[in-house]
């Protein structure tokens, strides 16, 4: 599986941007998928998690309220809608995938299976 992240850019505080994560392969219904971030001097941040069928997300604390994950399985691609834009939430996103059962629910550990490169969100005061 190959993860391709886009849609980073630079953007005032309170303005929004929306990342996606476009998935290679023929079985993006069968992972959970999640987007994580890091700032420099940070550790990886969980942000938002999705199960296979996008009926369930998780979020961590920091963001609830002001992101929303979803996902198009027809088109392989998950996105991350980001609004109300902080300077903190300023970090690499990075989207990832996990092979996962069809009842589970979305992941917010950090045990994924695949990686994408990484989009740059930088967020001005």
């Known amino acids: 599986v190959q993860l391709q992240a886009s849609g980073g850019g630079l953007v005032q505080a309170g303005g929004s941007l929306r990342l996606s994560c476009a998935s290679s392969?023929?079985?993006?219904?069968?992972?959970?998928m999640g987007w994580f971030r890091q700032a420099p001097g940070k550790e990886r941040e969980f942000v938002a998690g999705?199960?296979?069928?996008?009926?369930?997300?998780n979020y961590g604390d920091s963001v609830k309220g002001r992101f929303t994950i979803s996902r198009d399985n027809a088109r392989n691609t998950v996105y991350l809608e980001m609004n109300s834009l902080k300077p903190e939430d300023t970090a690499i996103y990075y989207c990832?995938?996990?092979?996962?059962?069809?009842?589970?629910?979305?992941?917010?550990?950090?045990?994924?299976?695949?990686w994408g490169q990484g989009t740059q969100v930088t967020v001005s005061s």
């Open positions: 392969g023929r079985t993006f219904s069968m992972y959970a």
């Open positions: 999705i199960s296979r069928g996008g009926g369930r997300a």
């Open positions: 990832a995938a996990k092979r996962v059962i069809q009842s589970s629910g979305p992941i917010s550990s950090h045990d994924y299976d695949y």
